[in-house]
C-alpha cells in the first residue's frame, strides 16, 4: 500500500440506482467493522463522515429517460472535491452508495494524480461496465455511466462538469462482466479500454488476467484506484445489490484478487460500492465486503477470523 492512514468517507448516493436503498451502505459497512478490520491491520483510520451533496442545479437533457440528473450533478461536485483533498492526506476508501459515486471520487483522485505528475489507473470489479453516456442510456440509471464520464467519454459536455483530469482508457481495466449493453460495448472497443468477461475468468482464472494489469501499473510507476461493486461477486455470497447478475466472482476469486492487490503495493484508493442493505441477510454481505477490503489492505488468510451465520 502507498499509506498507512486509511481515510474512510461515506457517499450514501442512492439516486443513480434503480431502487432505493444504497444511502445506507455507509452505516452498513461502519457496523460491519471496517474501521475495526483496518485498525487491526495497523493502519491509523480518519472517518469523515458521510459528504454531503453541493447544492442542486436546475439541468436538462433531451434524454427523457434520465433520472435524478441534478441530483447526480450534486453528488459528482462534492465528491470530486473531498476526494482531492483526501488523496493526498492518506487511502480514501469511499463508502457507497451506488456506483455514480465512482464519477465523483474517480475525478477528484485523477485529478490530484495529475496535478502530482503521476499515472492514473482504474480497475473496475464489476457486472456491468457503467460505461453508458447521457445519450445511450435507456434505464436512464445513471449508476451505469460513471466510468464513461471519468474517461471523457462524449455525452457529457455542457451538462455535468467538466472532467479536468480525464483517465486515459487504456489505464482502465473491467473484470467480471456479464451484464454489458450493446451501446457500452461498441463505446468500450472504440476507446480502448481492457475488459475482461467472465468466460475469460473462467477459460484462464483471473490471476494472469489480473497480473498483466497490475505489471502495466507497475511498469509506469503509476497510482491505483480500485472500484469494487458487490455485483462483482456471486449473488449467492453476495445478496444485498439490486443489480444481482447470477455466475459472479467466487469468495476465492475475489479474496485472490484482493491479495494480489495488496501484494503490488499500488493501490491508493478504493471505492466500496452498490451495498444494499435493505436486501442483505444478516449483514453476510457488509461483512464479507468488510473481509475483501482487509485483504486488500494485508490481511492473510491465517489472520482472518471464522465467522458463523
Known sequence: MTTERCILIGAPTQDGAGRLGCDMGPSAYRTAGLREALADLGFVVEDRGNVSPA??????????ALRNLSAYDAWIRALTDAAEEAGGDGMPIFLGGDHSLSAGSIAGLARRA?????????????????????ETTTSGNLHGTPLAYVTGRSGFDGVLPPVEAPVQPENVCL????????AERAAMAAAGVVAHDMRAIDEVGIAPLLRGFLERVEAADGLLHVSLDVDFLDPDIAPAVGTTV???????????????LHDSGRVSSLDL???NPFLDERGRTALLMVDLAA???????????????
Open 175 to 182: 473484470i467480471g462482466l456479464r451484464s454489458v449493453d450493446p
Open 295 to 309: 485483504s486488500l489492505m494485508g490481511r492473510k488468510i491465517l489472520d482472518r477470523p471464522t465467522r458463523s451465520f
Open 273 to 275: 460500492v452498490e451495498l
Open 246 to 260: 447470477p455466475g459472479g466472482a467466487t469468495f476465492r476469486e475475489a479474496h485472490l484478487a484482493m491479495e494480489m
Open 55 to 64: 447544492p442542486l442545479r436546475d439541468l436538462s437533457h433531451p434524454n427523457p
Open 114 to 134: 495529475r496535478r502530482e505528475g503521476r499515472a492514473f489507473f482504474v480497475l473496475w470489479l464489476d457486472a456491468h461496465a457503467d460505461f453508458h453516456s447521457l
